[in-house]
Structures are given as C-alpha cells and as structure tokens.
C-alpha cells in the first residue's frame, strides 16, 4: 500500500523552462512534506519542506505547494538548469503526536533538464 | 565536514554468510534510521533509533538486526542474508524525529547471491 505516490517515473524539460513534478498521498495524518533530490551514486539530499499548515514555500529556484484538500503537492523548478537533472523524492511524515519517527517515501520521478 | 558514513560501499555476498554494514554520523544527532532503496518502490524504512539504545522497527525489518550502542554508530546487520535483500542502502540521520530533514549516506548497494 503505496501512501506516497508518484506516478511520473520520468520527466524531460527544456533548460530554463518550469519543471513541475507532482505527488499524492493518501494518509490524512502526514504533516510535514519534503523534497529530496538525489544525484547517482550518492544519497539523497534534502531540498525543500512544507509543513500542513500552510500552502506554499519557496526557496530560490524551488517552491512546493501544498494541496491538502486534495492530499496532493507539487515542486515547481524555474528555471530548470541542467544540473537540476536527478531523481527526485517526494516524502511525508504523521505529526510527531502520530509518530514522526516514520518518513514515507514515493517511488522518484527522473528528471532530465535538456539544453 | 558534517556527514553520514556508510561502509562498505559496495558488497556482493553469498546467502547465509552474516554481514555487518557499519554507519557513523559526526552531528550528534539523536535520530538515525536505515533505508532500502529498490525499483518502483522508493525508499523504505528498515529500522530506525531515536537515541542511544532505542531502536524500534520501520516498514520492512524482516532479515535485519540494528543496535545504537552509541549515539554516533547506528549498524545494520544480516544475520542470514537471502537474494531478496539485494538491494542498495541508506542510512540517515537528524538531531530530533519530527519536523525536520535526515541528512543521508551515500549509500551501500549489497549483492546476496
């Protein structure tokens, strides 16, 4: 039972276009949403964070929305450079209340910036 | 340099021989956790440890051994490893559970044949 989803295994975006990669979850008790990202042959590297209680945040080229409605949330990149290309991981945690010890991960999207 | 070690970085084995992958974090962080990383799955959570001491199970402990003697160390170990553990490893860390980002290993990709 996948509660974190991401259902682009790819992506292909020009160089100084957007990149918009997406992800779904399905446990209303996650509280607190981050993006990592993760470059071959090393480990994953924490990018951005989103807490439930608001709705956007930015941080330079990189901002994540936060749908919570719609227990969805998005990454949007701009504008993408080449050395944005890697693999993305979407992740969720309950509150600490729920036991934040866990962090659940999606499967990755790839995503390649072409020049 | 703030960071996660992990070693060995690459391993291939046979089933049954007991392997010990060793991880140290030079952060005093209390939390520490190990992850899988297989295809179309993404990462998911062996063991993790919120102090010396205290480990508890994640997602996918079956087949693995943890202990947190000290706060630094935080090693995995396969008593019996099977084909089906064959897959590449992370461990993380972070000063608290909670609200906040693990800082991850570079990783160790076991082979069990």
């Known amino acids: 039972d996948q509660q974190v989803k991401q259902n682009s295994p790819s992506l292909s975006v020009q160089e100084g276009r957007i990149s918009i990669l997406n992800c779904d979850y399905t446990?209303?008790?996650?509280?607190?949403f981050l993006w990592y990202k993760k470059y071959p042959a090393e480990g994953p590297t924490f990018l951005i964070s989103?807490?439930?209680?608001?709705d956007k945040n930015e941080d330079g080229r990189f901002t994540v929305f936060l749908n919570k409605s719609a227990k969805h949330l998005s990454l949007h990149i701009v504008p993408s450079q080449p050395g944005d290309s890697a693999v993305y991981f979407c992740?969720?945690?309950?509150?600490?209340?729920?036991?934040?010890?866990?962090?659940?991960f999606g499967q990755g999207t790839r995503l390649t910036i072409n020049p | 340099e703030a960071q996660v070690t992990q070693n060995p970085r690459y391993l291939i084995t046979v089933t049954g021989k007991k392997l010990t992958v060793t991880c140290s974090q030079n952060?005093?962080?209390?939390?520490m956790s190990w992850y899988r990383q297989d295809p179309g799955l993404g990462l998911r959570q062996i063991y993790y440890?919120?102090?010396?001491?205290?480990?508890d199970k994640g997602d996918v402990p079956e087949g693995y051994k943890v202990s947190r003697k000290e706060k630094r160390n935080f090693p995995l170990i396969l008593e019996s490893p099977s084909p089906n553990q064959t897959s590449l490893y992370f461990c993380?860390?972070?000063?608290?559970?909670?609200?906040?980002?693990?800082?991850f290993g570079d990783g160790t990709r076991l082979s069990i044949l």
């Open positions: 993380a860390s972070s000063f608290h559970a909670g609200n906040q980002p693990q800082h």
């Open positions: 446990n209303s008790m996650f509280d607190y």
């Open positions: 989103i807490s439930s209680i608001k």
């Open positions: 992740a969720a945690s309950p509150s600490i209340i729920q036991g934040a010890q866990k962090l659940v």
């Open positions: 952060m005093n962080h209390e939390y």
């Open positions: 440890s919120m102090n010396v001491e205290v480990t």
